[in-house]
């Protein structure tokens, strides 16, 4: 069994910052890629950016040069920190990994269970 623990939610003004962060856990053999995703009410859920285990990123168009992903020493966490945050960027952010478990050896796509974000003065 497979978890992703996501933390760093929470209420921020335009303008401010916020850091979360995703821990992977449970019977995983090898990481692929690690994470983020937003939905906001009303609208698809959408990419904002993901790390591959070469450590390669691709961020949304939308938050590039203002969000940054990163994967901790341990390489089963990732971190997106997010600054000059904007209303628009108000939404449910959910930790995603593609990753093979140890048993029983398959492949597949894990997601956390969201943390809500809400940039508001």
């Known amino acids: 069994q497979v978890q992703l623990v996501e933390s760093g939610g929470g209420l921020v003004q335009p303008g401010g910052s916020l850091r979360l962060s995703c821990a992977a856990s449970?019977?995983?053999?090898?990481?692929?890629?690690m994470g983020w995703y937003r939905q906001a009410p009303g609208n698809e859920r959408e990419l904002v950016a993901r790390?591959?285990?070469?450590?390669?990123?691709n961020y949304a168009d939308s938050v590039k040069g203002r969000f940054t992903i990163s994967r901790g020493n341990a390489k089963n966490t990732v971190y997106l920190q997010m600054n000059s945050l904007k209303p628009e960027d108000t939404a449910v952010y959910y930790c995603?990994?593609?990753?093979?478990?140890?048993?029983?050896?398959?492949?597949?796509?894990?997601w956390g269970q969201g943390t809500q974000v809400t940039v508001s003065s």
């Open positions: 449970g019977s995983i053999f090898s990481i692929y890629t």
């Open positions: 790390i591959t285990s070469g450590d390669s990123t």
């Open positions: 995603n990994s593609d990753l093979r478990t140890i048993v029983p050896g398959s492949r597949s796509s894990y």
